[in-house]
């Protein structure tokens, strides 16, 4: 006679998905660095991190940008390790959603308001390294791509990233300089109409570029 009692079946484990615990967490533990460390270490702190994770991964040739464009938009490049790339021209890149915004969300939603030390950073990191953050997720955001872009070569020439503009989940956005604008967006290949227009519905739009 068989024995039906659960307590004799194996217990199966795994894994929660997108447990926001994880995401909170790293924020609380991003201003715990900043508490004790001030603005100046804890953007040290985190761009170190971000050029830490980009030289980790494999580096990248192709042979022609066309070649480099279609691992990108297949999620295959490094670039687009994290996130979800897609191109408005051949050097206009498109982030509809970052990868940091459900952390966000999460936090705001449990927490309540981001805590200023994530925009204080972000003031450092524009003042003394350059412009285009919002706060602290930009920061690792954009020097991963920087990083990242420095480990890809097309025909032999190492591909150079610029920010154009990041927009957060709330609204607030950030654009490059004025005196900057109008070169970005020539390497781009699109007007400022355009870009108002991109930033409507997406989070990020950057550059990437051969010389």
């Known amino acids: 006679m068989s024995d039906n009692n659960d307590d004799q079946k194996p217990t199966t484990t795994y894994l929660i998905d997108d447990n926001p615990l994880v995401d909170?967490?790293?924020y609380l533990f991003l201003e715990d660095i900043a508490d004790k460390q001030g603005a100046a270490g804890m953007n040290t702190y985190l761009m170190s991190l971000?050029?830490?994770l980009a030289k980790s991964m494999p580096?990248?040739?192709y042979s022609t940008w066309d070649d480099f464009?279609?691992?990108?938009?297949?999620?295959?490049?490094?670039?687009?390790?994290f996130e979800v790339v897609k191109t408005r021209t051949e050097n206009c890149m498109i982030t509809q959603e970052c990868p940091?915004?459900?952390?966000?969300?999460?936090y705001t939603k449990r927490i309540g308001s981001f805590s200023a030390v994530h925009y204080d950073v972000a003031d450092y990191y524009n003042s003394n390294v350059k412009p285009g953050t919002i706060n602290t997720a930009c920061i690792?955001?954009?020097?991963?791509?920087?990083?990242?872009?420095?480990r890809i070569k097309v025909?032999?020439?190492?591909?150079?990233?610029?920010q154009i503009a990041a927009v957060w989940g709330d609204g607030v956005k950030k654009i490059a300089p004025d005196e900057w604008l109008p070169i970005l967006l020539?390497?781009?290949?699109?007007t400022r109409t355009e870009l108002n227009m991109i930033l409507r519905n997406n989070a990020d739009i950057f550059v990437l570029y051969i010389e």
């Open 186 to 190: 020539n390497k781009a290949k699109i």
């Open 100 to 106: 940091f915004a459900r952390g966000w969300m999460e």
């Open 69 to 81: 464009l279609d691992a990108l938009k297949k999620g295959e490049s490094i670039i687009s390790s």
């Open 140 to 150: 690792i955001h954009q020097t991963f791509r920087s990083a990242a872009a420095e």
């Open 24 to 26: 909170v967490a790293a």
């Open 59 to 61: 580096e990248e040739e």
């Open 155 to 162: 025909a032999g020439k190492t591909i150079k990233y610029a």
């Open 50 to 52: 971000a050029t830490s």
